[in-house]
């Protein structure tokens, strides 16, 4: 290690940079599973998208942008990825470009796969690092260029991240690639990569800053609105870092933010923002239809069918409504191809079929009467007569008799064949292999069980979804359900005002993302005010368990400004809470209750005074208490003049509000009255203290003259006036 | 031949991801390679054209296929073709003379000199109409390919006089492969001088002071305003922008740079100032058999603008971009479906592409094209290194260059 790092220096000489061919590490194994169940028999990078394998792209933009050295590294399904580089146009093709495979299969993550690259020690300049499902169209010149120079500059700058601008809406990128948000902090100046988030989950909607951002950067830019393209370009060093620490796996996640959050190396990693071009990673379902599309719409010219950049020699032409067509097509007069579809070679189309916006492979059997929407099928599917498939991906040598219907998001694994007439629903996976059980082998028979119900011959099983139904819909092929969409519309708008109040997000996010709510589809529901209470109940219990108060004003701030509530609504949702956690108190007598609760009331009274600003809200507080007596927690009822008159004592209320409030409350017929009656004693204490200062007449609240006078104190008097004259009474 | 075969693969390769730009440098390229395929072809001592034929048109099929928008290329491979036709009818027209010497003087058998006279005249008169290059309708009847009917007297002759041809055959030999790279060095050579030839013509058509529009950047037209601007032309030039390339930003500066009058306006102000301007010069990406042309996206508003307002449109083109196919042939692809990213950015667009959102088809669409066919009424004048012609001319020039049957290089998958 010591000593690979002193020959580091020498590479650092610019004409050592310079003479070094670019080499390229394209990772054919994504070290996901979101394609299952399709990856369990073929890698991912070798699945056709827009009828060419996915490396085929990857391979050729790293040629086009002149690498001259790539290291395809496979783990999973190497043998297949490596015969079907051995026979490719890449093998023995002329001109400096050249692929290598490394193979390893005890890599579980791109961590491992670079530290397996690094034990080659193939890699000696700097490098690209892609993974093998990248489609991209960019000039890497600029980005290479200004690489090499900030390397010279500084050699802590070990990779320049490409990114990419997109708009700022979760909903874009959701519906587009599937993906989450990504958050980064970006020196404006120097582009120098700050901070780093994605995954942003939805139920911890904060992100956090270190303050020492500031103290290093005159300025940085938060971005939301940036797309990561997974196109890196790296130095040497990167691999060692990866053997270094070996706990780094994902690149993103534990590499980036680890070298971000690392200051005593002191690496740096630069951003690269592509303008006009395109970049894109199949991640999932959804972003491999929505990068089809775009291969469709040109966006990747010249990766585009009908130029035959990849080794197929087949002449796709493309007509004027934007379909794309194999030579050797047979398709049926009364057939209708729509606009944005690409058929492949030696396929037969029936009568009075209509195909939109879909791929279909090469050799395919469609009868008569089919209806093909949105929809990717591959080699040698033989669909039959009046099949109807919409937004599905059905995979080589399926066969589907007559009359099947496949709903929206389905997923048909190699060779599986549907019976006639059966309705394959939606999200469904079917696959011939079974499912790899994570949980006991109970469920797994279960499924198997399922199959034969829904899939008549022998073949397939059905898999479960993982993730639940919720990442089906985010994953899919199929179009995102229109109430899904109102709901991301509703959350991202909630979002915004949260940001543009407050820059606090409460760590409760279960408040938007609520399954009881997302259920009701309702945006009015969980804006009700018993919801709220819950919720500060909620905030105040974890104060309860010892989270500082500041946070917990914090918290509650935030639930207010979400919920659109005011500070007496806080003030009376958090007493309901205070007096709720002195019941919880076990206590046998009235008396040990009202200790108990005096203890509450004092050990939170800073809290509720946080609340308490005006005349009004105390009254809320009062009212509240009241509300509690009367309903919620009888065992207080009998209380109620002690702790008001507690309450008044500790400064919680002033007497102002409670006169208010029994003033208030002499108009109400007289089952609200019990409590007032209760506290009649106290009240008349406070008003003689009162008046015994300034008239020195009983002034009784029944009069009208008491009532005005109350009016008029209320208005002119404020606290501070007031209070000095109560010391001096007590 | 491993190493041609590499040589092509590679220039396949090039083709096909489009990293050769431009017409000329592909006419040339292909050229350059087809000799190459030449000399390296190994000559049988019968039917020597035809191999030479069939090994050019193994080639071109590929180098076609690579690349169809290209049209440069398969101009070449055709012109190859043809000279090698051409070759080989006059090496066979000479041996016929010294063949028909010989029959005369022998009065053996009378049977079969009474034959040959009037085959060698058949040929003879062929090779005369193919140099005269004027393809008769008598020929087009014939419908026997010169390919079929050169080797044919020489075998016959061959049968009646084997011992005394062998050597005149070898010599001939290698005379046919010499003569057909001697010509395709010519052919590449005309490639390389296309522009100064066509520049030669610029005084004749640019008069003093006279405003000159172009849209976008075309290299002929580049060097026809220069040529005519060191002849101490003074005149004005408008230069339509060409978007979305912007290639017509380039031009200006390049023109400013030599001193002309020059002038940018939008592709949308074309029709306004059209009324000002004397004479349009556009450059072209190929010339069809029947006079239109396919030209730059843009350049058919100008036409039609030219002609409302009858003003000359003048088309410069160098005679490697004269395609002998027709614009309705399904060989011809016309048109180039180009990123939509020229036109707008990916990015500030991206909510716009949401395929999930509506129902799976996008409710945006951005075409954009890189040609336009201008149809020939609306030409009034090509310029080519030959010099100047009317569109009505185009397949007399054609029927100079090319042979019928070269038309479709690919070939029919035989029944």
Known sequence: MAQKKSQRPSSDDPEELARTPLQAVLLADSFAQKFRPITLERPKVLLPLVNSPMIEYALSWLESVGVEEAFVFCCAHSQQVKSYLNNSQWKNQPGPFSVTTIESHDAISAGDALRVIYNHGVIRGDFILISGDTVSNMSLAQALHEHKERRKKDPLAVMTMVIKHSKSSTLTHQTRLGNDEIYMAIDPETKELLYYEDKVDNSQRLISLDKMLHVDHPAFNLHNDKQDCYIDICSPEVLSLFTDNFDYQHLRRHFVKGLLVDDIMGYKIYTHEVQSSYAARVDNFRSYDTIS?????????????????????????????????????????????????????????????????????????????????????????????????????????????AGVVLEPGVILSFKVEVGQQIVVPAYSKVSLLPQPSKQDSDEELEYADASTGVVESPSGYIWSCEGGIEDEWRYSIAPIPVEKISEFFENAYADVDVLDQDLSIPASGELLHDSESTGLGEGEDYKDSADFEKEVEATFQRALAGVDQDIVILEINSLRLSYNMSHADCAGALFYSIMKAALLVPCSSKNELYTSSMKEIVKWKNLLKHYLKTVDEEIEVILKFEEICLETAREFSPLFGNILSCLYDKEVLSEDAILSWAQEKEGADESDKILLKQSEQFIKVCITKFGQLFFPINASLKTKFGQLFLFRWGFFFQMKYVRPFFYLLE | MPDVQALVNDFVLKLKRRKIEGSQASARQTAELLRTVVSQQRMPY???????????????????????????????????????????????????????????????????????????????????????????????????????????????????????????????????????????????????????????????????????????????VKEFLFAANEKKRSFRVFVAEGAPRYQGHVLAKELVAKGLQTTVITDSAVFAMICRVNMVIVGAHAIMANGGVIAPVGINMVALAAQRHAVPFVVVAGSHKLCPLYPHNPEVLLNDLKSPSDLLDFGEFSDCMDFSTSGGSPLLHVVNPAFDYIPPKLVSLFITDTGGHSPSYMYRLIADYYSADDFVVKRRPTS
Not at chain 2, 59 to 73: M, Q, R, S, T, W
Not at chain 2, 107 to 128: K, Q, T, Y
Not at chain 2, 165 to 170: C, P
Request: proline letters at 3%.
């Open chain 1, 293 to 401: 599309k775009d291969i469709l719409q040109r966006w990747t010219y010249p990766f585009v069918p009908d130029v035959q950049y990849f080794g197929n020699c087949l002449q796709i032409r493309l007509d004027r409504r934007g379909n794309y067509r194999a030579p050797e097509v047979v398709q049926s007069r009364t057939s209708l191809i729509d606009s944005l579809t690409l058929i492949g070679d030696a396929t037969t189309i029936g009568d009075h079929t209509v195909i939109s916006n879909s791929v279909i492979g090469q050799g395919c059997t469609i009868g008569d009467n089919v209806i093909i929407k949105g929809s990717y099928i591959w080699d040698n599917v033989t669909i039959e007569d009046g099949c109807k498939l919409s937004h599905a991906l059905v995979c080589d040598g399926v066969h589907l008799r």
């Open chain 2, 46 to 220: 019968t039917n020597q054209a035809a191999t030479l034929i069939d090994a050019v048109r193994t080639v071109g099929e590929h180098l076609i296929a690579a690349n169809p928008v290209e049209l440069a290329v398969g101009n070449i491979v055709r012109r190859v073709l043809h000279i090698i036709r051409e070759e080989d009818l006059t090496s066979t027209a000479t041996a016929m003379e010294g063949l028909s010497l010989i029959a005369n003087s022998d009065d053996d058998d009378n049977f079969e000199s009474h034959d040959h006279p009037a085959l060698s005249a058949a040929a003879l008169a062929a090779a005369a109409r193919s140099t005269l290059r004027a393809p008769s309708l008598q020929t087009l009847l014939e419908g026997t390919p010169e390919s079929a009917l050169a080797p044919n007297p020489s075998s016959s002759g061959g049968d009646s006089e084997g011992k005394s041809k062998s050597a005149d055959r070898s010599s001939r030999t290698k005379k046919l492969k010499h003569d057909v790279i001697e010509a395709i060095n010519e052919l590449i050579q005309d490639i390389d001088t296309c522009h100064e030839q066509i520049s030669e013509q610029a005084v004749g058509l640019i008069h003093q002071n006279e405003v000159i529009l172009t849209l976008g950047r075309s290299r002929t």
